[in-house]
């Protein structure tokens, strides 16, 4: 017999609280448009800022743009954010309910890897985005993203499956969906993870009294 769907998640945050949330993320996704700190303006079609909504509190960080990301300036947009979608939605969660953004804001030419310097100098609009979410937890898709939140060396292995800390903010490390998509062994546990992160966003608004 089919698994019954997840409740809905109904742990939202209060409209007005959403709108400030994006009228104070608005001068730095402005900002980013015009961004020509480091090499990867040279190369990019769009600045991917982030999309989505502060309602539920949960924040996704993913890596960098992909091809499909740079051309349409959105998030997740590609194979692995489809993915990414249904993991969201076999947790009961509306891709819309949540903010998904990137380390690094513009995709690095071929999918390589994001240069040292560049995730030093795209930190501050990462930094302005959560100073603005206010998250009640984060999600960490992939070790670039868990890195940039805690600098170290433990394998995903070891770092998922828990509630880590990111100055104070629970923090939930999991797979990047492109490492599911080339071992889908590992969907089970990022399933898991997901819903761990559902059950801690409902937590913090649970004692919020929202
Ligand atoms: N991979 C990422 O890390 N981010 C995206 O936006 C798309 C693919």
């Known amino acids: 017999m089919a698994d ?14 959403v709108a400030a949330v994006e009228i104070a993320l608005s001068p730095f996704a402005a900002q980013a448009a015009q961004c020509t700190a480091c090499i990867l303006a040279e ?3 769009n600045v991917v ?15 960098a743009p992909g091809a499909n990301e740079d051309a349409q300036g959105l998030p997740f947009v590609g194979r692995s954010g489809q993915l990414l979608d249904r993991l969201l939605a076999e947790t009961g969660i509306a891709r819309g309910d ?3 953004c990137n380390v690094v804001k513009c995709r690095p030419p071929g999918n390589r890897d994001p240069r040292p310097e560049e995730v030093v100098t795209c930190a501050p609009f990462l930094r302005a985005q959560l100073e603005a979410l206010k998250p009640r937890v ?3 898709l992939g070790l670039h993203a868990t ?39 590992l969907r089970g546990n990022a399933l898991g993870d997901l819903e761990l992160m559902r059950e801690v966003a409902e937590k913090a608004a649970r004692e919020a009294g929202a």
């Open 43 to 45: 190369t990019r079609t």
């Open 98 to 100: 949540v903010y998904i």
């Open 138 to 140: 984060l999600c960490a």
């Open 49 to 63: 800022f982030g999309s989505g909504s502060a309602r539920s509190g949960i924040v996704l960080i993913g890596e």
């Open 4 to 17: 019954r769907p997840p409740p809905p998640f109904a742990a939202f945050r209060a409209d007005d609280v």
């Open 147 to 185: 890195r940039w939140l805690l600098p170290g060396k433990e394998a995903m292995a070891k770092l998922r499956g828990r509630v880590l800390d990111y100055r104070g903010i629970p923090t939930i490390a999991t797979y990047h969906p492109a490492a599911i998509l080339r071992s889908p062994g």
